[in-house]
């Protein structure tokens, strides 16, 4: 099993990337393969250390069975007010 850093995930089309601890080169993740618990959509966030499998996929490695061990910070990304 590989550990690393999500570097980044779009929530809205629910694929994202793994900066593995090892220095290979990123893993592509779709959120079908993120382990969670009960039929909800499954989210990882970036910063997070994750544990993954790499596979083969279409178009490179591909993380499968992605377990998060331990969350990132969470940076609040709603829209600010202005004050002008």
Do not use: C, L
């Not at 601890?21 to 039929?39: L, N, R, W």
């Amino acid at each position: 099993m590989s550990k690393g850093t999500v570097k980044w995930f779009n929530t809205k089309k629910g694929f994202g990337f793994i900066t593995p601890d090892d220095g290979s080169p990123d893993v592509f993740v779709h959120y079908t393969s993120i382990k969670g618990e009960g039929d909800e959509f499954k989210i990882i966030y970036e910063g997070d250390i994750v544990e993954f499998e790499v596979t083969q996929g279409k178009k490179g490695p591909q993380a499968s069975d992605v377990v998060v061990t331990q969350k990132g910070p969470r940076v609040d990304t709603r829209s600010r007010k202005s004050f002008y």
